[in-house]
T-cell receptor
Framework: KQEVTQIPAALSVPEGENLVLNCSFTDSAIYNLQWFRQDPGKGLTSLLLIQSSQREQTSGRLNASLDKSSGRSTLYIAASQPGDSATYLCAVRPGSARQLTFGSGTQLTVLP | DTAVSQTPKYLVTQMGNDKSIKCEQNLGHDTMYWYKQDSKKFLKIMFSYNNKELIINETVPNRFSPKSPDKAHLNLHINSLELGDSAVYFC?????????????FGPGTRLTVL
């Protein structure tokens, strides 16, 4: 059974810092991995999607990497801003099934 | 606006009641999902429908019954509500083919059972 773990559970940084969020999964037989952002009282917004054959994806100040063999992914946020404050969720899609298995998230606070 | 919408946003009810949560997407997607997010923030898949047909039915109590009147709607009906049903329920949708990997989520329905 696939399990997804995110560390740390919460992170507080001053504005402008670069930071890394970690995600690990127990079964390396994944189809893809996604990073989502969840704002309080709102739904999830997809940030980056990495296919199992890819090593990384970039979008603006965000960079996500994937090491499938070790069951790890990182989300790198450059030059953090207060508007980046949210909960970041990692999710894997196992094989041919379309449902996602989520981690419990990292709650990020960027202090002005 | 093109989006996934859910109603109601908040639902407070007594134990034993029956309630429904509605979901609609106007993105033209073929697949819709229901997820449950518990107090520890874990999101877990409950159901998935593809063109009105149930394709995923995780281990949830049979008090939960999804209904898909058409491919743009996936409603969740819950019978005999229990305290443990309190959670945030998210609806999502995704297309087939190109872009199928990305799921679009609704804003969530916070259900509180007293």
């Amino acid at each position: 059974k696939q399990e997804v773990t995110q560390i740390p559970a919460a992170l507080s940084v001053p504005e402008g810092e670069n930071l890394v969020l970690n995600c690990s999964f127990t079964d390396s037989a994944i189809y893809n991995l996604q990073w989502f952002r969840q704002d309080p009282g709102k739904g999830l917004t997809s940030l980056l999607l990495i296919q199992s054959s890819q090593r990384e994806q970039t979008s603006g100040r965000l960079n996500a990497s994937l090491d499938k063999s070790s069951g790890r992914s990182t989300l790198y946020i450059a030059a953090s801003q207060p508007g980046d404050s949210a909960t970041y969720l990692c999710a894997v899609r196992p094989g041919s099934a379309r449902q996602l298995t989520f981690g419990s998230g990292t709650q990020l606070t960027v202090l002005p | 606006d093109t989006a996934v919408s859910q109603t109601p946003k908040y639902l407070v009810t007594q134990m034993g009641n029956d309630k429904s949560i509605k979901c609609e997407q106007n993105l033209g997607h073929d697949t819709m999902y229901w997820y449950k997010q518990d107090s520890k923030k874990f999101l877990k898949i409950m159901f998935s429908y593809n063109n009105k047909e149930l394709i995923i039915n995780e281990t949830v109590p049979n008090r939960f019954s999804p209904k898909s009147p058409d491919k743009a709607h996936l409603n969740l009906h819950i019978n005999s509500l229990e305290l443990g049903d309190s959670a945030v329920y998210f609806c999502a949708s995704s297309p087939l083919g190109v872009g199928a990997d990305t799921q679009y989520f609704g804003p969530g329905t916070r259900l509180t059972v007293l």
